[in-house]
């Protein structure tokens, strides 16, 4: 398991204590993979517990004396506090049944990533024939919604990211790509686009490197209809979003519902482009956790970072 506000690794730990009484709506669960997200090194100790992650997929163990969804034996993905360990304690509502077209390290790459990222469209009212720009479109949650975006029927779909990974996004199902460390293209898009995107998907702008596209993004919104996303953001657009629900209209910032029937969309709709995430697999050992970290935090990783637990 992984210990403390920086990513150690023990083998010391104590397995989660279950009790089908006490733990009557949840379930104990056997970890096959895990996946790490920003969250898990931003957020305070006492939000996310002693143990980092969130992302699993693995078998269930014990079911509580409330839960009828799921069995002993059950193959499951979805979140718990403390993914990152050999055992963890999850939410009955908050894991699905992982079907066979999955393997345990492709279902442990999607919740976060994908739900957030299947919420964030449908409030971009992305639809069939609909225009998406994602921003910060090579990570984990860029690439999630490319492919979200193609599933949901989008027939644009830019990506803004460095020229580097295009053909990673165009791969992934982006139809036009942005190259944002060539500024004067950068500048060209959005002068040219103005009220041309449906849904603009911003996973760049506060993820701690002075990234800022939202006034940028706003002027591109399909007049009266478009919607702009964002997934971080300023103190202020927390306060104002996550609190006061009083951002401008059109903007909003996603704060992910993470649950059972949302989790059963994602793999459905991977599975109608016939997609699976893009993966970084390392093995959960001292060396792996510390790879993985500095991968996250380096802001450079393509796609999800999945250790396999098996």
Known sequence: SIFGGVASFTSTNPEPAFSPSKNSNEVLVSVKSAAINPVDYKLPKFVVGSIFGLDFSGIVEEVGKDVTDFK??????????????????????????????????????????????????????????????????????????????????????????????????????????????????????????????????????GSGKGEAYTKESMPLLVKDSGEYVQLNGSAGVWIKGAMLNKLPKHQHLILTDMNKAALEEVAMLLKKIDAKPHMNVLPFTEEGVKEGFDLLKSRRAKGKVVYDMS
């Open 72 to 205: 002993v034996g059950d193959k499951v993905f979805g979140v718990a506090k403390g993914a990152l360990a050999d055992k963890a304690v999850s939410d009955a509502t908050r894991i699905c049944k992982k079907t066979d077209d999955l393997t345990f390290l492709e279902a442990a790459a999607l919740p976060v990533a994908y739900v957030t990222g299947l919420q964030g469209l449908k409030v971009g009212k992305v639809t069939e024939g609909s225009s998406v720009l994602i921003i910060g479109a090579s990570g984990g949650c860029g690439l999630a919604a490319i492919h979200l975006s193609k599933a949901m029927g989008a027939t644009r779909i830019v990506a803004i990211c460095s020229g580097k990974n295009s053909q990673l996004v165009k791969d992934t199902g982006a139809t036009e790509v942005v190259d944002y460390t060539q500024e004067s293209d950068l500048k060209k898009f959005f002068a040219e686009n103005e009220g041309k995107i449906q849904c603009v998907y911003d996973a760049a702008t």
